[in-house]
């Protein structure tokens, strides 16, 4: 009986590797991404928030100053319930005239 080694680069093995390695790489990315939610409720930071509303984290400033923003300060840190992004951006959508 003649055995045979298996290496990385033979063809069904091959394929298993990669899809492995393709499937590693989404969870890795799905567990830096993921922030599970705290009493139904998501909390970002600036740097999201500000990604998402494509302004500068100087803008969220003045937003919280002038009361535009609900956030909380904890530690130093400013944090925006999810919610509270989705709302604001809904009060202030504007239809285009027909």
């Given at each position: 009986?003649k055995?045979?080694?298996?290496?990385?680069?033979?063809?069904?093995l091959a394929?298993?590797?990669?899809s492995?390695?393709?499937?590693?790489?989404r969870?890795?990315?799905?567990?830096?991404?993921?922030?599970?939610?705290?009493?139904?409720?998501?909390?970002?930071t600036?740097?999201?928030?500000?990604?998402?509303?494509?302004v500068s984290?100087?803008?969220?400033?003045?937003m919280?100053?002038?009361?535009t923003?609900?956030?909380?300060?904890?530690?130093?840190?400013?944090l925006?319930k999810?919610?509270?992004i989705?709302?604001?951006?809904?009060?202030?959508?504007r239809k285009?005239?027909e």
């Open positions: 009986m055995q045979e080694v298996l290496t990385l680069e033979h063809g069904l394929d298993t590797h990669l492995l390695k393709e499937s590693h790489r969870i890795s990315r799905f567990m830096r991404e993921y922030s599970p939610p705290f009493n139904g409720d998501r909390y970002l600036d740097k999201e928030v500000a990604e998402l509303l494509k984290r100087r803008t969220l400033q003045k919280r100053n002038n009361g923003l609900p956030f909380f300060l904890l530690g130093g840190k400013a925006y999810e919610y509270d989705q709302r604001l951006l809904e009060i202030n959508y285009a005239e």
